[in-house]
């Protein structure tokens, strides 16, 4: 067999793995900038939510004006919010505000028994487990992108082919805390 052919068969192989480990990571990280659009989408959606939510409160509620306006301020920085890493941290805001105003439902009958506050609670609560899964589909394709840029042979090529690591969405140390609620 002549040793032209069988370099020639190596310099190919290689070449057609080449390509398939780009296209792979081409792919992988498509399915994260779509990930992170999905949780984009459900972050505005919420944030839709947040002001009537906040006016149908504020009618019963009128006393608790430091968290309406907490939830109202973190709103804003909701919408105002640029890159991935701000609107996550402005997402945890506004979730920790959330939860403060939704327990103070909990002192006021008629505002619990109000049927757009029921219901915007309902949506909020369905817009809220959207979130979840879309970072919980977020990181899963995050988890499989870094693992094939980690592993070898692909940890030798990702970067020179222009790849690097993606973090994670994860919970901040606001999130692991334990919610306490004072209505005194």
Known sequence: MNPLFIIGGIVLLLLIYIWS????????????EEA???????????????????????GYAKHEKSIITAVTE????????????????????LSGA????????????????N???????????????KVAYARQYYNNV???FNIKIRTFPNSLLASQLGFGEKEFFGATDEERKDVKVNFS
């Open 21 to 32: 480990l780009y296209n792979g990571l081409v792919s992988l990280k498509a399915q994260i």
């Open 36 to 58: 992170w659009s999905q949780i984009d989408v459900q972050l505005k959606r919420r944030a839709d939510l947040i002001p009537n939510l906040v006016e149908t409160v504020k």
């Open 74 to 93: 973190a709103h804003k920085a909701m919408l105002s919010a640029k890159g991935m890493d701000s609107k996550a941290k402005a997402s945890d805001a």
């Open 98 to 113: 959330l939860s403060r105003l939704l327990a103070i439902a909990e002192n006021y009958p008629n505002l619990k028994a």
């Open 115 to 129: 049927e757009n506050f029921v219901q915007l609670q309902k949506e909020l609560s369905d817009t809220e487990d």
């Open 142 to 144: 995050v988890m499989d």
